[in-house]
Structures are given as structure tokens and as C-alpha cells.
């Protein structure tokens, strides 16, 4: 099949603005909305990452209940680096629970024995085994200065935990747990040409609502300037902003090879054979045939005879031009009706 390429006008440009381990700010031209947007709802929702998914808790004796330490070590960010190492938990073919084919095995042991409160930290947690030949794949990501990391609970005197956590890849469509950032910034026209944008306000829309750092980088629009009702936004500016996982540049190429997949398996569908049929449009998926309307036979069923008149009336017609039901005439199963009979 032919298939229409997105209207580009020129080849898409990148540039970048500001860029760090754990943030890139950058601009996209040349593109259309659809696509700009796509990719920012892919960075949010299907880049897969590594998170803490199960824990196996041998002892707790802290204040905290084991559901509320087990959430809180799912927040923690772990190190996602060629995390496409690990199978699914949905396609591994080696286990039923889990192996350190899909799988990271992390440990974690904390035992109070003074005085004061102890505190457990992100950096206590201890990659065990799984995650192939990755060995960065796994570890607690810290970036504080002090290099503690998140504090997962409190322990006084005499207090313990020790438990077993199972990390496994996922997209945060599933769980936000799997999400590589922690904010994406998205604009696009920022001095509101095209008027997607109703500003509500209460005097006045310049003071409150105040124009963004984005707006220099496009020309302001003149006074009496016509409005253009064919213009299309071209230029989008993303701000994008890791937990720590992944690099910024790292979630971008993950999420366009996200995004070119789901674009292959639509393009791969459409051009299966069966995509046209005799009745319109049914398409075959998996060896079954898609949705398509029934095959009639004016005369009749199919395989059958017709029925009297051509094919132009019911079945229960007797030759008069299917004006009968089945009980005869114009009659009910009641007897005439009482409102007579229709005019002729």
C-alpha cells in the first residue's frame, strides 16, 4: 500500500539549549503537532524502565506496615541504562514469577542496636544478582550531595527490617513508578498567533498572563496583523527533566524507537493480506476475518430459494408485495385491528 508522508516542508532540526545529566532543554522544527506531541506522550507513558515490582519481607518490626515500605521502595529510582537487556515480566519464558533473565534482585538489612534514630537510606539497598552482564543495571539512583538517596523509613532501638525486592522492567502507562521523568515541558506558539489559547483574566491578559522565556525565540505580532487561519505550528520547545534512570538524550531515542514500533505495527497490519474484501473492508487478523456485513440475497437467505416477489419482500408475503405479516392481511393475532384498515 501507498501511504502519505507527513508534510514536513523540511527535514526535522533539533537544538539544543541547555543540557545536563538529568535535564535538556531543546527545540523541535519542522514538525508537525501530532508528531511533537506523540513523542511527548511516549517519553511520558511507554519508555520502559526499571523499578522495584515485588518484595519479599522476612522481618519488620519498624513502625512503618510492609505495604507502605514496599510502596515507597517502588518510587525509588533505579538505573535503567540498556535496561532493554531484561525481558518483560509478561514475555519471559524461563520462569513464573521471576529469574535474572527478567529480573534484579536487590537486598536490603537495617538493624537499629543504639540510642538514636537510625535512618534508612536508598544507598542501603544492594544489587544481588540478575541484570545479565549489565552490573550498573539496578543500583539505587543518588543524587543528593551527601550520596544517601531517598530515606526509606526510621528505626529506634531494638527495631529491623530486612526484606527481598524483585526489579523488573515496565512503562509507566502501567505504573508511574516506570517513569523516566518527572516532568516534560511542552509549548509551542508562545505569543498565541493562532489563538488555540482563550485567556481568561480579569483586567488585564498581558499582566496576568505573562508571556514565556520560549517567546524570544519567535517574532511578536504586529498590531492589525490579518489573521492567518492556514498557519500550523512548526516550532515546539521541550523541557525535559529525568529522575535519574536515564539520561535526557537516552529517554528522546527511546521514545522515537518507541514511537517508530507502534507506527511499524500499524503500517504492518494494514498491509496484511485480506485488507480488502467483497463486502468492503474486512480485515483479516490473526486467521480470523474482521468485521464485515452480511452477504444477502435479495431473493432470499443464502444458499436458499428467494422468496415471492423478487426478492422485495418478506418471507411471509404470499406473492402480495410483502404487504402482510405473518398472521395474514392487516389482521393481528388479536383479530382486525380497531383502527381499520389502511386507505387504498
Not at 542501603?124 to 549489565?134: A, E, F, Q, T, Y
Not at 435479495?298 to 418478506?314: A, E, L, Q, S
Not at 392487516?330 to 383502527?339: D, I, L, Q, R, V
Amino acid at each position: 500500500m501507498d501511504y502519505d508522508e507527513m508534510d514536513m516542508g523540511n527535514e526535522p532540526r533539533v537544538r539544543v539549549r541547555e543540557a545536563d545529566s538529568l535535564h535538556a532543554d531543546f527545540v523541535l522544527e519542522n514538525v508537525d503537532l501530532a508528531f511533537s506531541n506523540s513523542l511527548r506522550r511516549v517519553i511520558f507513558a511507554e519508555v520502559p524502565t526499571l523499578a522495584i515490582d515485588l518484595v519479599e519481607i522476612k522481618t519488620n518490626t519498624s513502625v512503618l506496615a510492609d505495604e507502605f515500605i514496599a510502596h515507597r521502595l517502588g518510587m525509588i529510582p533505579l538505573n535503567s541504562k540498556n535496561v532493554d537487556e531484561l525481558q518483560g515480566k509478561m514475555e519471559c519464558d524461563e520462569c513464573t514469577q521471576y529469574c535474572e533473565n527478567c529480573s534484579v534482585v536487590l537486598t536490603l538489612h537495617a538493624r537499629c542496636t543504639g540510642d538514636d534514630i537510625m535512618k534508612v537510606y536508598a544507598r542501603d539497598l544492594v544489587v544481588g544478582g540478575g541484570g545479565g552482564k549489565n552490573e550498573w543495571l539496578g543500583t539505587p539512583v543518588i543524587t543528593d550531595p551527601e550520596g544517601l538517596g531517598a530515606v526509606i523509613c526510621k528505626l529506634r532501638k531494638g527495631q529491623e527490617i530486612s526484606m527481598k525486592c524483585i526489579a523488573r522492567k515496565g512503562i509507566s502507562k502501567e505504573h508511574a513508578k516506570w517513569s523516566p521523568v518527572s516532568a516534560v515541558g511542552f509549548e509551542y506558539d508562545p505569543h498565541n498567533k493562532l489563538r488555540h489559547i482563550d485567556y481568561w483574566y480579569e483586567e488585564d491578559p498581558a499582566k496576568e498572563w505573562p508571556i514565556s522565556k520560549n517567546a524570544s525565540w519567535e517574532d511578536p505580532p504586529q498590531d492589525g496583523e490579518p489573521f492567518d487561519f492556514d498557519a500550523e505550528p512548526s516550532k515546539f520547545y521541550f523541557d525535559v527533566e529525568s529522575v535519574g534512570n536515564l539520561e535526557p538524550d537516552i529517554i528522546l531515542q527511546q521514545g522515537i524507537k518507541v514511537l517508530q514500533q507502534k507506527l511499524a505495527a500499524v503500517i504492518d497490519e494494514l498491509g496484511k493480506d485480506g485488507l480488502s474484501s467483497a463486502n468492503g473492508g474486512a480485515v483479516d487478523v490473526d486467521g480470523y476475518p474482521g468485521a464485515r456485513s452480511p452477504d444477502i440475497v435479495m431473493g432470499g437467505p443464502v444458499g436458499g430459494p428467494p422468496y415471492d416477489g423478487g426478492g422485495y419482500t418478506t418471507p411471509y408475503a404470499n406473492g402480495d408485495g410483502g404487504g402482510a405479516s405473518v398472521y395474514g392481511g392487516g389482521a393481528t393475532p388479536f383479530g382486525a385491528t380497531p383502527y381499520g384498515q389502511w386507505p387504498q
